[in-house]
DNA sequence: GCATTTTATATGCCATGTTATATAACATGT
DNA sequence: ACATGTTATATAACATGGCATATAAAATGC
């Protein structure tokens, strides 16, 4: 059966970038299971941007991670009943809510980072090896990569790093 | 204030497939919305395929796109309602619906194929142009492209093709 | 100092996707 | 022919995102 979005090329590349993404964050959720944390792969970007550029209000979240303010609220509130980070009224602007990670939040993020995400950047790495020309080969190139090994098959299986 | 996103790199490559592809659909929004039947532009590949391949029943609608099948009947559900599709009962096997394009799903499909599916195609082909290299520095370049000049303003102003 | 505007966040509604499961029709083995 | 399994589709529950808009706090202009 043909695959008409491949087929399209420009026409649905929209469509084409949304579909690789979602399958790459479902094959990350895979090596992410094993956490003791019950948490979708889509929202560890917060907690990423976070533990890099420490607390930030909701609005500069949303900035940093690309998405609305609406969406960042969200996310928070959901992450907030996990425990995983706390937003505190800012003392001087009433407004602002800044958010930050809880000490459950940032021992996530730390074993996260020790264990799980060298993983899967090193499994996007190599679904991504040798990849060249244009952008749409090099996106069919990715299609068939994960149709032929996802990324839980690409993970170096010797020592954790 | 620094992408985390981007800074990610491979990491995040998921969300920021899907953020990159939502944004081109949102830019193609912009193109579509001059013709007469108010359409998201997610909902033309449906199309597209019925027009490329012929009916088709909801579970090699759903293949052919790369979508999960609940999401096709919901779409199907959608389009019919709006009179762009139909999906009749298969006499044969009678658990198989087939969609085809109605006279009206047929007509704009024309249309679009005519006045604006070429603007989008060549306003993405222009936004990738001259592309090369690793894959995160044509997303960066196709980032960075969208932001200094979104799809509506590539689009060559000249004639209609 | 108060009316007005701007800013930061929250909320409602919708779009679109997923997984898990229900249901109905067909296929198959005995 | 009938029990069993398989297949096609529908539905429910959920996840995540958007836009439009409401609300509250701060800033601004007279």
């Known amino acids: 059966m043909e695959d008409v979005i491949r087929s399209l090329g420009y026409l649905c590349l929209g469509s084409r970038l949304k579909r690789i993404g979602e399958q790459l964050q479902a094959d990350a959720q895979q090596l992410l299971d094993g956490l003791e944390v019950p948490l979708q792969s889509s929202q560890y970007p917060l907690l ?12 500069e979240l949303a900035q940093s991670l690309g998405l609305t303010q609406p969406g960042v609220t969200r996310s928070v509130s959901l992450l907030a009943e996990l425990g995983l980070v706390e937003a505190i009224q ?14 459950k939040g940032q021992r996530l993020v730390d074993v996260a980072k020790r264990d799980v995400w060298p993983r899967i950047e ?15 080969d090099q996106l069919a190139a990715i299609e068939d990569g994960l149709a032929t090994a ?7 299986t010797g020592a954790v790093q």
Do not use: E, F, M, Y
């Open 122 to 136: 090193n499994a996007v790495a190599d679904l991504c090896r040798d990849l060249s020309g244009p952008l749409l």
């Open 150 to 156: 996802p990324l839980d098959r690409r993970v170096k």
């Open 90 to 103: 800012s003392r001087g602007d009433q407004r602002r809510r800044v958010v930050s990670l809880t000490g």
């Open 48 to 59: 990423a941007a976070l533990d890099r550029l420490g607390p930030l209000a909701i609005g």
